[in-house]
């Protein structure tokens, strides 16, 4: 008889024992559990807007329907253009917050490289459009360098005015052939 008294008593202590030691194990599991789903749902929503960012980046290039100096060349409305006053290649504040958004944009996609192009209006001789072109797409490069974005990933060219975006002859043409233009020499 003590013999299954001691019995029963153990099992008694035993049964005890667990459950008293379970809740405080299943409630640490628990919180654990919680905290990395938090960890796992942020991780995810991050690496989706990242993946939708990267689609509609992706999306916005079109191939360029002449190739350029390093072969095939791409265009994205999402790197805007800016423009330049009359025989200037300074960069203006309303253009410093455009080149502020594409180098951000460029930050994200490290592997994109860009050519930057410089342009000018019709007025002027062939050289001196050619250089001042040239100083514009160096000017913007310059710029987009000193916001962290690797000059390695930057090549420049000048069209002077050979390739004007509007073909008139009058201020409001030549306000708009007066830019630099940025297309995706590789992605």
């Known amino acids: 008889?003590?013999?299954?008294?001691?019995?029963i008593l153990v099992l008694i202590?035993?049964?005890?024992?667990?459950?008293?030691?379970?809740?405080?194990k299943a409630v640490v599991k628990e919180e654990a559990s919680v905290k990395n789903e938090g960890?796992?749902?942020?991780?995810?929503?991050?690496?989706?807007?990242?993946?939708?960012?990267?689609?509609?980046?992706?999306?916005?290039?079109?191939?360029?329907?002449?190739p350029g100096i390093k072969g095939?060349?791409?265009?994205?409305?999402?790197?805007?253009d800016i423009h330049f006053d009359f025989d200037k290649y300074n960069i203006r504040p309303g253009d410093a917050s455009i080149l502020n958004e594409n180098a951000a944009l460029l930050k994200k996609y490290p592997n994109v490289k860009i050519q930057?192009?410089?342009?000018?209006?019709?007025?002027?001789t062939v050289e001196y459009n050619l250089a001042l072109g040239e100083r514009r797409a160096n000017s913007t490069k310059n710029y987009l360098v000193s916001?962290?974005?690797?000059?390695?990933?930057?090549?420049?060219?000048?069209?002077?005015?050979?390739?004007?975006?509007?073909?008139?002859?009058?201020?409001?043409?030549?306000?708009?052939?007066?830019?630099?233009?940025i297309i995706i020499t590789s992605k």
């Open 147 to 181: 916001h962290g974005i690797s000059p390695s990933r930057i090549s420049t060219i000048s069209y002077g005015k050979e390739k004007p975006l509007d073909p008139g002859h009058n201020e409001e043409a030549w306000a708009k052939n007066r830019r630099a233009h």
């Open 13 to 24: 202590l035993c049964l005890g024992c667990l459950l008293i030691g379970c809740p405080k």
């Open 39 to 66: 960890a796992v749902s942020k991780g995810e929503a991050e690496r989706a807007k990242e993946t939708k960012a990267k689609e509609q980046f992706e999306k916005s290039l079109v191939a360029r329907k002449e």
């Open 72 to 80: 095939e060349v791409f265009e994205s409305e999402l790197l805007k």
């Open 1 to 7: 008889m003590v013999r299954r008294d001691v019995g």
């Open 116 to 124: 930057i192009e410089g342009h000018c209006d019709e007025r002027g």
